[in-house]
């Protein structure tokens, strides 16, 4: 009998626990911690501050990004094209830096449904800090993944976080 048990609440489970994000909640919290918002369900233009985001959605797929750009990538020298790759290991943590359209932006993709409410807030922090830290400490969140910082610069980099706020 326990055993049936441990089985069924194996597949129960996911089913509990699955959040079913939706475009109309994320609507909801793009416009409650936003300055400005336009578009619609799927499509959002956002800005916090003045750092613009855009998020996309496909339901069908199950698929959402919020992206944030940055730069145009021929003004990146080398320096900072390698400081981007190595912070998507140690600092950027659950956003990345990423290329396209010959922008470099910061990124957070991820399932939609799977999404709950706090991860998505945690999305927007993170995909605009990485924004506003790049070209210095790179870090979307003051935690420092470990690696090849020293811990006086891990010590600085979430000083220099912890100061600021949305």
């Excluded at 048990?5 to 597949?11: A, E, K, N, Q, R």
């Amino acid at each position: 009998m326990k055993k049936v048990l441990f089985i069924l609440s194996l597949f129960v489970t996911p089913i509990i626990t699955s959040q079913n994000m939706t475009n109309e909640k994320l609507n909801e919290i793009f416009s409650s911690v936003s300055d400005t918002i336009q578009g619609q369900p799927g499509a959002w233009q956002l800005k916090i501050k003045d750092v613009t985001m855009i998020s996309l959605t496909d339901s069908t797929n199950n698929r959402m990004r919020i992206i944030s750009p940055i730069i145009e990538i021929e003004r990146l020298d080398k320096d900072l094209m390698q400081a981007a790759l190595v912070a998507n290991f140690h600092t950027a943590l659950d956003v990345k830096y990423a290329i396209s359209d010959n922008i470099l932006w910061s990124t957070f993709i991820h399932p939609l449904r799977e999404l709950t409410e706090e991860q998505v807030q945690d999305a927007i922090s993170q995909v605009y800090y990485a924004n506003v830290n790049f070209g210095t400490t790179f870090a979307s969140t003051s935690l420092v993944f470990p690696g090849n910082l020293s811990e006086d610069d891990e010590d600085d980099e979430k000083d220099k976080f912890e100061k600021r706020k949305f």
